[in-house]
């Protein structure tokens, strides 16, 4: 593919910072100082907590949200969207570094670090490539399912530190079964915590705001303090521990956390851990751009903004080498983080940079004082978060809707929960596929009718219309390619085949969008076929690109009938009895 050539247009396009900062005001300084503040309070235990998902050290949750929410402050496009560690990349982090077996910590870093660095580098690609459009390929049955099913997972994985037990496992039935066999092994100041805390984030999620502003409280006031809520939980059990000495009664804690900026590090230049990961970071890097378009458009839409796809490519891309190149891991656009930064009134991607500024500041000052946190309360933190992306009505929906999407959905949660992330997902991709190809394998034909007193053609099988006995309208519903050419000449010659004085046919193209060279010859095959039967074929309201085709071909030179400009047309010069010298008006391309 030819790169774009690179002119002043064309650099600012690529550096977004160059437009909207020339505009930069001081109003929106303060808007976005303020969801900044916001946005870090509730980043600080997040952080931390998908790290701890991720099955990487607490601070490294850190590092990935400082240097790359800079990075998408240069290069993104979307106003409000929140760069930094989220769920589902996490745990498809954890899944592609389980399967390395990796034991040492210094390597589990490193490989975590690699794969981002992998991301980015794929990311970018796209992005100059201009190839937002394969993440296309995941529908949005399959995105349902695969965060619906991620969901179940996380949270079940994260029972063993509520639990306070060793459990394992890359999917369902692995790690219920480890949760059951050491069940008896239950830490119960642990279990008192983590439920503690579970049911206090429930709370504080949807009961304290409304609460708060009954007390007279200013909603903005309100909404922050609700927003602290996972800061006072971690505040709460970090004092308890330290008071009581918990660790010493077996509750597992943080530990030391290195106080400091991120370093910086720098990616594997092992071509064997490149071959392993390189699978893992391409659906990681789709995955990721999925969701976080999806959240910037939903979020630009509410303000009449909009976002470009494959510059957004190239923000995740940028986001990633930086999350790499600082001791961090893969991340993207997060829902929740980018829905708090838009409510707390961010106006430019400024707000992320002022963000990382906090998060930066926790880094150097607070890391001694999560010595003794809980990791039972991160786990309660990733508990909560998580479970708001389950959504199990999907299923009921695609079986209302389409069987065919319903079996993308039910494929994808089932495959992801009892295979694992990585099984799921590319599951879910492929049999979306297939479902498309068989489903267009066998497109819709309607045979048509006039409409009376009208220049309309309808469904014979729906509607009250005139049709001829000699004449045969068949609309095609459908681009014509490989895979159901076939089915559409067998499905002519079938209607043909009969008592009726058929001496007519005529395909209504107006929904093909395209006739590849399979479905060409079988056209030209149906027609000598047609012609064998004394019978002629015409086709009406073919599309002009479809006709500059057509005519690069001897399709049109042999065909035995006429091509139409219009159905109505064809209508009424093939009205005549059989018998009559033939059609009354003349045929014109389209």
């Not at 794969?115 to 580098?121: H, R, T």
């Not at 903004?305 to 995740?316: A, H, T, Y």
């Not at 030179?557 to 009424?572: N, R, T």
Request: with cysteine; glycine share 8%.
């Amino acid at each position: 593919m030819k790169l774009p050539r690179m002119s002043a247009r064309t650099f600012t396009q690529y550096m977004p910072i160059l437009t909207w900062g020339r505009a930069y005001t001081r109003e929106q300084v303060t808007s976005d100082m303020v969801a900044a503040v916001i946005v870090t309070i509730m980043l600080i235990p997040q952080s931390l907590a998908y790290a701890l998902l991720a099955g990487l050290p607490a601070e490294m949750g850190l590092y990935a949200s400082i240097l790359p929410l800079f990075a998408y402050a240069l290069f993104g496009t979307s106003r409000a969207l929140a760069v930094g560690p989220v769920a589902v990349v996490s745990l498809m982090t954890a899944a592609a570094i389980g399967n390395l077996g990796l034991t040492d910590p210094v390597q589990i870093a490193l490989a975590a670090g690699t794969l981002a660095f992998i991301s980015g580098v794929f990311l970018l690609a796209m992005g100059v490539l201009r190839l937002g459009f394969v993440a296309n390929f995941l529908s949005h049955p399959v995105i349902a399912g695969f965060i619906t099913a991620s969901g179940i997972l996380i949270a079940t994985s994260q029972l063993k530190h509520i639990l306070g037990v060793q459990a394992s496992g890359h999917n369902l039935i692995d790690t219920v079964g480890a949760l059951l066999s050491n069940i008896g092994q239950t830490n119960v100041i642990t279990l008192v915590i983590g439920v503690t805390i579970t049911a206090f984030l429930f709370w504080v999620r949807k009961g304290l705001k409304p609460l708060l502003i009954s007390k007279g409280l200013a909603p903005r006031l309100a909404d922050i303090m609700a927003k602290a809520g996972p800061v006072a939980a971690v505040a709460a059990t970090i004092l308890v521990t330290w008071a009581f000495s918990l660790n010493e009664h077996g509750v597992k804690i943080v530990g030391e956390v290195p106080m400091g900026l991120p370093p910086i590090t720098l990616p594997s230049l092992n071509g064997t851990l490149w071959g392993q990961l390189l699978l893992p970071a391409i659906l990681i890097s789709i995955i990721g751009f999925v969701e976080s378009v999806s959240v910037g458009q939903t979020l630009a839409a509410k303000r009449r903004q909009r976002i470009v796809p494959d510059q957004e490519l190239i923000g995740l891309g940028a986001s990633n080498i930086g999350s790499a190149l600082t001791g961090g891991y893969p991340v993207t656009g997060g829902f929740a983080r980018s829905v708090v930064n838009f409510d707390a009134g961010a106006e430019t991607p400024a707000a992320g940079a002022f963000t990382a500024v906090g998060i930066g500041l926790a880094a150097l000052l607070l890391t001694p004082l999560l010595y003794f946190l809980p990791i039972a309360t991160l786990a309660a933190t990733i508990i909560v978060a998580v479970l708001s992306l389950v959504d199990l009505s999907i299923l009921s929906k695609a079986w209302g809707y389409s069987r065919m999407d319903f079996a993308a959905v039910a494929a994808t949660i089932f495959l992801t929960l009892v295979m694992g992330v990585e099984v799921g997902v590319s599951a879910g991709v492929l049999i979306s596929i297939g479902l498309h190809l068989y489903q267009t394998s066998r497109p819709h034909v309607a045979e048509v009718g006039l409409v009376p007193d009208t220049q309309h053609f309808r469904n014979i099988l729906r509607h009250n219309v005139e049709t001829r006995p000699h004449l045969v309208t068949l609309r095609v519903d459908e681009s014509l390619y490989f895979a159901n050419a076939r089915f559409l000449e067998d499905y002519v010659l079938n209607r043909v085949t009969c008592d009726e004085p058929i001496k007519h046919v005529v395909l209504h193209c107006a929904a093909v969008n395209e006739v590849d060279m399979s479905a060409l010859h079988t056209l030209e095959e149906l027609n000598r076929r047609l012609s064998d039967m004394g019978i002629l074929l015409h086709l009406s309201e073919v599309k002009g690109p479809v006709m500059d085709r057509l005519k690069r071909s001897h399709l049109l030179q042999d065909l035995s009938g006429q091509v139409f400009l219009s159905q109505y047309q064809a209508w009424q010069a093939l009205s005549p009895a059989p018998g009559d010298d033939g059609p009354s008006a003349e045929a014109n391309a389209a």
